[in-house]
């Protein structure tokens, strides 16, 4: 294991294990990559290693467990075959168009799209590749737009380490029916990821791209990755993530979506791992008639801390955006919601809804909600709302009363909280694939 | 007691000798009988405590709250940077025009009855100015205690006397609902504090009038530092209103309350503030109750004007089954900046707290409402309940909601809600056509969306405050 | 005599003209039906008169007794005696009907003088009646939450309690069922007589069953194409409008 060496403790911390030698060996292990490629991630490091790590007056990491953010003991991992990665997939195995499988960051298998996709010009590849192939989309559109949610850091850390990742493009006016599915597994004690999916659906297009994150054992793990999506005019994407890291692991996700003009874009995320694992949702309406609607489920279970920042931008006027998180609370667990809208001063007419439902289901469970409006137009529909209670006792009672035990009726329950968040899945096969997902987390 | 004693006599012919008047650049000012110049070091609480003829743990409480102050950052990773442009070296810490409270009208010196005069006191003021303790600047000007609430066995005194004459009854709480570090301006207060209202109520005394004071700046650079502290004891009631209006002033002004409120057991203390700083006043309140078992507070909190207001009502409910309740309206005009909210941390079971606000942001103006609600672990069957409306009337106005809330465990319920809306053109032009004013419209619109809330304050003020919108209105519009 | 004075009134709103040179004269006492297909410039016209800030009249002028009002403030307008009853009424949360009312003829009375609160009441409890709208509803926010019925017998209730000297009533008819209809024609008829002039705005005649208009005319495209009387409201009716817009376009 790559340890830094313990000369400048202070230093040791603000890099953990992500130490100028570990970064050297990483670039030098790129041998194909083109150098401006190298050239951004050495410009990415030298902006990660003086950043320092999160403080505890950082309001954007209010209630944050900031100690249990730390880079010491991780490596960037390295690839090689593995059964469980394809086994993985099969949470989402009904009618897919394409699969793309990593593990320790390096591409082990998948299966290639339908020549007929292939054809119109659908690329779903990995990033390396399109480095070399689509210099210009990566230009405009990997990690192009602002860390504003705290983790520039970690975003430059990412950057930096990227190994590869999922590149899907679909040209103009081309629709692809079925989901698209990347794996991203992790293995080894003290492996770091940097998984990564970047989506461009240009103007008309319309896709739909599953992210699915696991552990193939339950060690000490640093996930670090990150999504970029980009909805052209018209285009629409549906987004949906399943985290599955094991719960010992170190969880940062970043997402960046980009909304154009009558762009309609979707996302779900599921949070079902990690031990800390922290969630930041940029979604930036850029052009009139955009909406991102911004979906989130999480099960807090154990000593786990999940911890969600979102921001949604409306930077033009008659956009929409409308995020619906639910959390349900178990055991010791913690959540934080923190989510903000903006309505700069030209987004007139503009339509935010933001709402952070927890549901808590142990006496020793804690849910933080800030929940935050800055306003700068007048002619606005905004509106926020969070709540904390518990299920109510008489449902639960109703349910036992027809013979139902506490667990089933607990499990019955939190099926009911989620499903008004699983309803606006339109496709009913990633509805019941998440389900599924969830059922086996909480039957575990 | 003896300390008290101790430093009455040493002090009693001339109130400053043991004071180097040399010493420092203290400006005597001969409009005021006592004046601790500008700025703020150790000499000036120093002075403060002497002027007053304060035993000696008060100075010490003052001394290390002095370094408190000191010591802490200004809170800009959260707060309006414009805190920054306070120059603390400029302010006046200590005015006042004679120790002695005016017991009678007739004592009032007449400059300040004149001035008095000049602001227009409102109707209800007069109406009850018999009652009233009315803070000139630092000192209470006039003070006279309504025969009937002594009689029932109140005390309703300014700072100094209360901590003076009824050290028993004040120092337990003195400081303890808001210690003096919860912030800097807490801590400020705490080092240069004068004037306020020292009241205490008896077990099962019911007070049937609203005690009231009137808190007036008229110095320019002149920071007023009350200190309030209302304790009501088991079964008692209160209603305590204060208005604030200062007239206007070239150079920013720093107003830095701290008031505190104890509700014992079964206790209920309403709190009604409606006050009107004029916009160059830096506005800095710390406020907060400790409700215990079964008792109720209640603050009702209307900000306009100043331009800068910080001030989040608060209640620790400390006993089982207390209740918490902040109502806050807020009117943010061109230049001002309402950063107001609300504070409710529950500490005991069955607790039940309520947020109610409204904001107006009209030209330039800016709302802030920032929240907290602390439900910590192994407590059963508390409720929160928050609502937070903005409405924007202008394009350039602006509106931010902050909430934070914690819940830990299965047995409470929380709720929050928020929106934005707006006074649209068309609804204006609608009104217009029945034949009003455009001034007359918008004041229409915002004290309908306020009326909910201003039918919960009592009739004298609510007329007040409408008559303040209608003011404020009239300006707003081009 | 009292008269409200069209003068080749031209309105823009933005860059595009929509009212194209109307000129049109109601007297004290006349009702003047205004017919036309939608989006020909009468509600414009209307909001203009009563001074809307969308619209910018660009030529032309509108008297009140042979003065100028474009110079006037919308409020202004409004206190010399016109009425506009909106297409879609505004809702104004919190503001009840009755402080609303208040305030509206408050603005009519001269400086220091006060509104009699209980001669006030009985007034509008009278007007309420004939409308038909229940009392509570004084108490209930201007609009918020009202059927189309009930927002439109607000309108009247309103014109009935401002005694306007020239209404301009914009599709007072749309939104309403057959009973609803009756009741608001009703009390248009209740209001009419010698000292009101009403300009009456519909897409259809069927208003005009109830309210008999003295005079009819038809606009077209921003302009009034055709006057007539009641009967060539009905030859409207029967014939559509195509049969205009053809002489028109022949003219």
């Known amino acids: 294991m790559a340890l830094a060496t313990p000369a400048k403790p202070a230093v040791a911390d603000a890099i953990g294990g992500f130490t100028p030698e570990v970064f050297a060996r990483h670039l030098a292990s790129l041998t194909a990559s083109p150098a401006w490629w190298l050239e951004r991630k050495r410009s990415a490091y030298s902006r990660f290693e ?76 990995t990033l390396s590749e399109a480095v070399a192939k689509h210099p210009g989309l990566l230009r405009e559109h990997f990690m192009a737009q602002p860390q504003k949610l705290g983790s520039a850091k970690f975003a430059a850390l990412h950057e930096a380490f990227i190994q590869d990742g999922a590149f899907i493009h679909v040209p103009r006016g081309v629709v692809v029916d079925r989901p698209i599915v990347i794996v991203h597994a992790v293995s080894g004690a003290g492996t770091a990821v940097f998984p990564h999916t970047l989506v461009v659906a240009e103007d008309n297009a319309k896709v739909t791209i599953v992210d699915h994150f696991v552990s193939n054992d339950a060690t000490r793990q640093f996930a670090c990755g990150a999504n970029d999506l980009y909805a052209g005019h018209g285009a629409r994407i549906t987004y949906v993530a399943a985290q599955c890291w094991s719960k010992e692991a170190l969880s940062l996700q970043f997402n960046s979506t980009v909304v154009r003009r009558d762009a309609r874009v979707q996302s779900l995320n599921l949070h079902l791992g990690g031990k800390q694992a922290r969630h930041e949702s940029l979604s930036q309406l850029q052009a009139p008639g955009g909406f991102s609607e911004m979906l989130a489920i999480t099960v807090a279970d154990g000593a786990r801390e999940c911890d969600q920042r979102t921001l949604q931008i409306h930077q033009a006027p008659n956009t929409k955006s409308d995020l619906l998180y639910k959390n349900a609370l178990l055991d010791q667990s913690r959540t934080i919601f923190s989510g903000l809208i903006i309505v700069d001063p030209d987004a007139q007419k503009t339509d935010a809804y933001q709402s952070n439902r927890n549901l808590m289901l142990s006496d020793d469970a804690e849910s933080n909600s800030l929940p935050g409006l800055e306003i700068q137009a007048n002619d606005v529909r905004c509106t926020h709302g969070a709540t904390s209670s518990r299920i109510d006792p008489e449902q639960e009672f109703y349910l036992k009363s027809r013979g139902i035990p506490q667990k089933a009726a607990d499990e019955l329950l939190i099926f009911g909280f989620f499903e008004e968040v699983l309803n606006r899945l339109e496709s009913e096969e990633l509805h019941a694939a998440l389900r599924k997902l969830i059922r086996a987390h909480l039957r575990r | 007691m003896s300390e008290i004693t101790d430093t009455l006599e040493t002090t009693a012919e001339n109130p400053v000798s043991g004071i180097d008047q040399l010493a420092g650049d203290f400006k005597y000012d001969m409009t005021y009988d006592f004046d601790a110049g500008t700025g703020l070091n150790e000499r000036t609480v120093d002075y403060i405590s002497a002027v007053k003829k304060e035993a000696p743990w008060i100075r010490e409480f003052r001394q290390s709250a002095l370094k408190t102050f000191l010591s802490k950052p200004l809170p800009t990773h959260w707060a309006s940077r414009d805190l920054e442009t306070i120059n603390f070296d400029k302010i006046r810490y200590y005015l006042s025009q004679g120790l002695k409270p005016k017991r009678t009208w007739d004592e009032v010196p007449a400059d300040i009855k004149r001035t008095f005069e000049r602001l227009g006191i409102p109707e209800q003021e007069r109406k009850f100015l018999a009652g009233v303790e009315a803070q000139f600047d630092s000192e209470a000007a006039y003070s006279n205690i309504k025969e009937a609430v002594s009689k029932q066995g109140v005390i309703f005194v300014n700072s100094s006397e209360g901590l003076r004459e009824h050290p028993e009854i004040f120092r337990k709480f003195f400081g303890k609902v808001i210690p003096t570090g919860d912030n800097k301006f807490s801590a400020l207060n705490s080092a240069v504090f004068s004037g306020g209202s020292f009241i205490y109520v008896p077990p099962g005394i019911k007070v049937s009038h609203p005690l009231q004071a009137y808190f007036r700046i008229n110095a320019e650079n002149f920071g007023q530092f009350e200190r309030t502290l209302i304790i009501c004891d088991e079964g008692s009631e209160l209603t305590y209103m204060e208005g604030c209006t200062a007239p206007k002033f070239s150079t920013a002004t720093l107003h830095s309350a701290v008031v505190e409120l104890v509700a014992l057991r079964g206790a209920k203390i309403q709190y009604i503030t409606v006050q009107n700083w004029s916009s160059n006043v830096f506005n800095l309140v710390t406020k907060r109750g400790l409700a215990h078992e079964e008792s109720q507070i209640k603050w009702i909190d209307c900000n306009i004007g100043s331009r800068l207001t910080m001030k989040y009502p608060g209640v620790v409910l400390k006993g089982r089954k207390s209740r918490g309740e902040v109502i806050s309206i807020a009117l943010a005009n061109d230049g001002q900046h309402q950063d107001t909210g609300a504070k409710m941390i529950h500490a005991a079971d069955e607790t039940t707290s309520t947020v109610v606000s409204k904001s107006i942001s009209v030209g330039q103006g800016r709302a802030t409402y920032r929240g907290i609600v602390h439900i910590p672990r192994q407590l059963k069957g508390c409720k929160n309940n928050t609502e937070c409306d903005a409405l924007l009337i202008n394009t350039n106005s602006r509106t931010d909601t902050y909430p934070a809330i914690t819940v830990r465990g299965d047995r409470h319920a929380v709720q929050h809600e928020a929106s934005v809306s707006k006074v649209s053109a068309d609804q204006i032009f609608y009104m217009q056509q029945r034949g009003l004013t455009e001034g007359q419209a918008m004041s229409l619109s915002v004290n309908g969306f306020i009326n909910d809330l201003a039918r919960q304050f009592p009739m004298e003020y609510s007329v007040e405050l409408k008559r303040l919108i209608d003011l404020e209105m009239e300006g707003s519009v081009g | 005599m009292p008269s409200l004075e069209i003068r080749n009134l031209h309105v823009s709103t933005g860059d595009k003209e929509i009212v194209k040179g109307v000129t049109l004269s109601v007297n004290a006492g006349e009702i003047h039906a205004v017919m036309g297909p939608n989006g020909t410039g009468k509600s414009t016209m209307a909001k203009a008169i009563a001074g809307h800030p969308d619209y910018t009249i660009t030529g032309g002028d509108v008297l009140l007794d042979g003065k100028s009002i474009l110079e006037m403030e919308s409020d202004e307008r409004a206190r010399a005696g016109i009425f506009l009853a909106f297409q879609y009424p505004s809702e104004i949360p919190g503001v009840s009907i009755a402080n609303f009312m208040r305030a509206a003829i408050q603005a009519r009375m001269a400086e220091g003088e006060e509104i009699d609160a209980s001669g006030f009441y009985k007034r509008l409890y009278k007007k309420m009646d004939l409308l038909k709208i229940d009392r509570s509803f004084t108490s209930r926010s201007v609009n918020e939450g009202f059927s189309g019925g009930e927002k439109k017998r607000t309108e009247i209730l309103q014109m009935a309690m401002l005694e306007p000297r020239f209404a301009l009533m914009d599709e007072t008819d749309s939104g309403l069922d057959i009973d609803a209809l009756r009741v608001v024609a009703d009390g248009v008829n209740h209001l009419r007589g010698p000292s009101l002039g009403i300009l009456l705005i519909t897409h259809y005649q069927r208003l005009l069953g109830y309210i008999v208009p003295d005079f009819v005319h038809v606009m077209i495209d921003g302009c009034i194409v055709k006057s007539g009387d009641k009967s060539l409201a009905l030859e409207l009716e029967s014939r559509g409008y195509d049969w205009v817009k053809k002489e028109f376009a022949n003219a």
């Not at chain 1, 900031?66 to 059964?83: E, H, K, Q, R, W």
């Not at chain 1, 009618?95 to 659908?122: C, D, I, R």
């Open chain 1, 50 to 125: 003086p950043l320092p790590m999160p403080r505890r007056t950082d309001e954007s990491w209010r209630f944050s467990n900031i100690a249990g953010i730390t880079l010491g003991g991780f490596s960037p991992g390295a690839g090689g075959p593995d059964p469980r990665a394809r086994q993985a997939s099969e949470a989402f195995a009904t009618a897919l168009e394409a699969t793309l499988s990593f593990l320790n960051g390096s591409l082990v298998g998948g299966n290639p799209l339908p020549a007929g996709l292939a054809a119109k010009g659908v690329v779903a590849s």
